[in-house]
């Protein structure tokens, strides 16, 4: 995928600021610090777009990023983060649980998981809910390069059985560091958007 523009765009405290173009929308969900920064980075080809900070949870906001004036990342705020109080972590939860049901755009939401690390109680509750709303998704096994090639399926089946995932979802392996998986990445945003426009007309 080409990148031609990509912008930041909003962080989003309430729905009312979210965009009303009708863009595609991908939201990226995981833990703070997962690295979902350096991924939107990576598919955009931006070394400093999507802030990457060492000092995990500061993505409070749903971030938008417009691409090519064709789709929007959508950085939910990292969960799990110790620092963060338990009304300010209910508060979350229901704007991102909000979200998921709502939100008209939404086309997939990329389950960001570091693939070092078996996946977190916040990571098997996005996934029930993600299953719940009936949201396609796609796991993204993120800091690849952190473990040698040949420990990689392990830690994915490891992965799947944590999240009791359906063994149909699709895993994307991928690392912001050496750039593995960005192509196969874009390859499944682009049809999943083609996918839902088929759709949509043929219902119409
Ligand atoms: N080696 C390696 N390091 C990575 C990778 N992705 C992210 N990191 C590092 O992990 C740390 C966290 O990355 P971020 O992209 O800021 O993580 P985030 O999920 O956006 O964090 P929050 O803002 O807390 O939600 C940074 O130090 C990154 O450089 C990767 O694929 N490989």
């Known amino acids: 995928m080409k990148i031609t523009e990509a912008e930041f765009i909003i962080s989003a405290v309430r729905p009312e600021q979210y965009p009303e173009d009708a863009l595609p929308e991908f939201a990226l969900a995981g833990r703070s610090n997962v690295g979902k920064s350096s991924l939107i980075n990576r598919m955009i080809q931006r070394k400093n777009l999507a802030r990457t900070s060492s000092?995990?949870?500061?993505?409070?906001?749903?971030?938008?990023?417009?691409?090519?004036?064709?789709?929007?990342?959508?950085?939910?705020?990292?969960?799990?983060?110790?620092?963060?109080?338990?009304?300010?972590?209910?508060?979350?939860?229901?704007?991102?649980?909000?979200?998921?049901?709502?939100?008209?755009?939404?086309?997939?939401?990329?389950?960001?998981?570091?693939?070092?690390?078996?996946?977190?109680?916040?990571?098997?509750?996005?996934?029930?809910?993600l299953r719940h709303y009936n949201i396609p998704l796609t796991i993204v096994t993120t800091k690849a390069d952190k473990i040698p090639k040949s420990q990689w399926q392990k830690h994915i089946k490891m992965i799947k059985e944590t999240l009791e995932a359906d063994p149909h979802d699709r895993v994307v392996l991928f690392s912001s560091e050496t750039g593995l998986g960005r192509d196969e990445l874009w390859e499944v945003l682009l049809s999943q958007m083609e996918e839902t426009t088929e759709n949509t007309v043929a219902s119409e």
């Not at 906001?61 to 963060?84: E, I, S, T």
Request: glycine share 6%; hydrophobic share 35%; with cysteine.
């Open 55 to 129: 000092q995990p949870g500061k993505t409070q906001q749903l971030n938008y990023y417009r691409v090519n004036q064709k789709l929007y990342f959508v950085d939910f705020p990292g969960y799990g983060y110790a620092k963060v109080s338990k009304v300010q972590r209910e508060q979350f939860g229901q704007m991102i649980e909000t979200f998921l049901g709502d939100r008209e755009p939404l086309k997939m939401v990329l389950l960001i998981i570091d693939i070092r690390h078996a996946p977190s109680k916040d990571d098997c509750l996005m996934y029930k809910w």
